[in-house]
């Protein structure tokens, strides 16, 4: 009898998490298809304004295009995030792979702190990080812009990609590369063929978790990012900033396909191989 | 010149322990292993057989001494310019390649053609009974296969010899023994050395020339089965080889026949010279028992025992009983004497025999040298 209630509960207790995540998402995609451009919580008929207002298809007349930015500046946005993106997890991936694979194959007295040391950048609050790089960028006289961005995110981004690789190399068999060597591969060849391969999964779910992270990180952005250059997250936070309108739903959901067709893509190449 | 397939000369290796202290794990090793020769190293673990094969593949450096193989001087080169090969305890096959890549691996890295290429890893993988099965990634197959194409991996070069690091200890029992009747045909096949590691005495009784047994870093014993059986050298090999009944004690007699009292007053009659002066230790196999009628006197070759235990283990009974001065004593005896055996049980007590020239003595040397 308790047991069934409690089941019960249970059962409530779960639609209600997963409702209290996924409800406000749907209301955002229901919602950058209504047509109402004042009240967005009154459904008036389905639309693709907003969606063309973003993409420059449509000028709308209405009194609300008085505040939206035009959409030359959301482009060089989008176009700066991609950047941004693209170099951060190509820097991040490259520096945390050889530091797992360093650690892994050369112990040292100071490998946990120097493991520490890779965490901290992770744990840091945000603000903290924001600010110092800040301070420290203009400290060094150096012109905010993209490049403080990307140097910026490097070195957080680098500790998430460390700490996937190495746990992939924690579970690796080590007499795979004895293996290797023992059949004549010299050290060049057994990381090609061997050592590389086996990291894949891992290079690869640490590159893609730097890009997601790059892509909309906020906080520390928008410390380093300067008078003039904007991120996509940055250029959102200021279309907010003047009250929710229709267009930033539709960029969200924009936002929201272009995550999830990133996400199967890893998982897509990531089976395909195996 | 050097009619050895490998030679070690006071080969020397220490590690440093985690707690900072130094183990020694090679104690200065002389081994010679004869082309087309099936050794194996045996011992508990720690006892210095993995670095001892280490040593040979290139994957441990020594500390002092010198390794020869084939006649040549490898002791300072890499793992990958060494021409033996090993076959691994975990396998440790590539996951990410096929069978035949995984055999091929080595044929791929010294770049041979590919029509050679692929009919040596055919041949190589029909040797080890799974032709045609190149295609296949190595989590598609059984353990034993596994097995196999680590095998087959590891001959396909044509390795002057070949290392075998525990490779059966993973699989099931009925598996192992097959595959050591299939290991020793497969030797005989290539014509080149086998140095097999393991810890499984059985094991290295039925498979080997040689056994060389080894412990805390130094070969005990380097001969063939039957001679570390039956004549062990020092308790150790006599008590890590098969079940042993141990009698310590001072010798006494002349010529081929010796008499060894232990402190409790017990007698062992053997047809042997003493070995050394000072204590000697005589070894009764379980199975060279006998069970003699109770006639209340005892003869020279004659142990009373009273008995704790009889087991049923299928072809024999084990009987596991003390002596009147409470040393344990395991003796075996066919089940074709079932209806004595169990009269002796009933009475708790028997009386063993055996033949003196089955007593084999060696010099007692306490534990700790």
């Known amino acids: 009898m308790f047991r069934h209630l409690g089941t019960k509960a249970l059962l409530a207790f779960t639609v209600l998490f997963f409702a209290f995540i996924y409800v406000p998402i749907a209301l955002i995609v229901i919602y950058s298809f209504n047509s109402d451009p004042v009240n967005m919580m009154r459904w008036s008929g389905f639309t693709l304004d907003w969606y063309r207002q973003i993409l420059g298809l449509r000028n709308a007349a209405s009194e609300a295009a008085l505040y939206i930015e035009t959409t030359e500046q959301l482009l060089a946005a989008v176009k700066n995030s991609f950047i941004v993106a693209f170099s951060t997890t190509a820097l991040s991936t490259v520096l945390g792979t050889s530091a797992a694979i360093a650690l892994y194959r050369h112990p040292f007295a100071a490998q946990r702190f120097y493991r520490v040391l890779l965490f901290v950048p992770m744990l840091m609050p945000d603000i903290v990080l924001g600010i110092a790089l800040l301070i420290f960028f203009v400290g060094i006289g150096g012109q905010l812009g993209l490049g403080t961005i990307i140097t910026g995110q490097t070195t957080f981004l680098t500790s998430y990609v460390f700490i996937v690789v190495s746990a992939r190399l924690a579970g690796m068999d080590r007499s795979l590369e004895q293996a290797s060597a023992d059949l004549g591969a010299s050290e060049w060849t057994t990381f090609r063929r061997i050592l590389i391969p086996q990291l894949m999964p891992g290079i690869m779910g640490g590159a893609l978790l730097a890009f997601i992270i790059s892509m909309d990180d906020l906080v520390i952005t928008y410390f380093i990012s300067g008078t003039n250059t904007q991120t996509l997250p940055i250029y959102i936070f200021g279309m907010l900033r003047r009250g929710i309108k229709p267009e930033v739903n539709a960029l969200a959901v924009m936002m929201l396909v272009f995550s999830f067709a990133i996400a199967f893509a890893g998982l897509y190449l990531r089976n395909r191989k195996r | ?369």
Not at chain 2, 214 to 238: C, D, T
Not at chain 2, 309 to 334: C, N, S, W, Y
Request: net charge neutral; proline share 6%.
């Open chain 2, 1 to 369: 010149m050097d009619h050895s397939s490998v030679r070690l000369d006071g080969a020397r290796k220490s590690f440093a322990s985690p707690e900072g202290t130094l183990v020694t794990a090679l104690a200065g090793i002389d081994l010679s292993v004869k082309p087309s020769e099936f050794l194996t190293l045996l011992g508990p673990s720690g006892c210095g057989k993995t670095t001892l094969l280490h040593a040979i593949s290139g994957f441990v450096e020594l500390d002092a001494g010198r390794i020869f193989i084939d006649g040549e001087d490898m002791t300072h080169r890499p793992p990958n310019k060494r021409p033996v090969n090993t076959v691994f305890q975990s396998y440790a096959l590539f996951p990410h390649m096929s069978v035949g890549d995984n055999v091929g691996y080595a044929l791929d890295i010294a770049r041979v053609a590919r029509p050679e290429r692929n009919a040596r890893v055919g041949a190589a993988l029909e040797m080890v009974g799974l032709g045609g099965l190149e295609k296949r990634l190595p989590r598609q197959l059984s353990g034993g296969q596994q097995q196999r194409v680590a095998l087959a991996r590891a001959i396909v070069a044509r390795p002057k010899l070949l290392l075998l690091d525990e490779p059966l200890s993973a699989l099931d029992r009925k598996l192992r023994q097959a595959m050591q009747i299939e290991l020793k045909t497969l030797q005989h096949e290539l014509g080149i050395a086998f140095v097999f590691v393991t810890h499984d005495q059985e094991e290295a009784l039925t498979m080997s020339d040689r056994i060389a047994v080894l412990n805390g870093g130094e070969i005990q014993q380097l001969a063939s089965p039957g001679e570390v059986y039956n004549r062990p050298a020092n308790g150790f090999v006599a008590s890590f080889i098969g079940a042993s009944n141990l009698f310590t004690g001072s010798g006494s007699g002349s010529g081929a026949e010796t008499i060894v009292r232990t402190s409790a007053g017990l007698t062992v009659h053997a047809r042997m010279a003493l070995p050394s002066s000072g204590p000697v230790t005589a070894l009764i196999r379980p199975e060279q028992f006998a069970l003699a009628p109770d006639t209340g006197t005892h003869g020279l070759s004659e142990l009373p025992v009273s008995i704790d235990q009889v087991v049923f283990m299928g072809m024999v009974f084990e009987i596991h009983g003390r002596t009147d001065d409470g040393q344990k004593v395991v003796a075996t005896l066919p089940a074709s004497q079932q209806s004595r055996i169990a009269e002796a049980e009933g009475r708790r007590r028997a009386v063993l025999t055996y033949d003196p020239a089955s007593v084999h003595l060696f010099p007692a040397v306490s534990e700790a040298a």
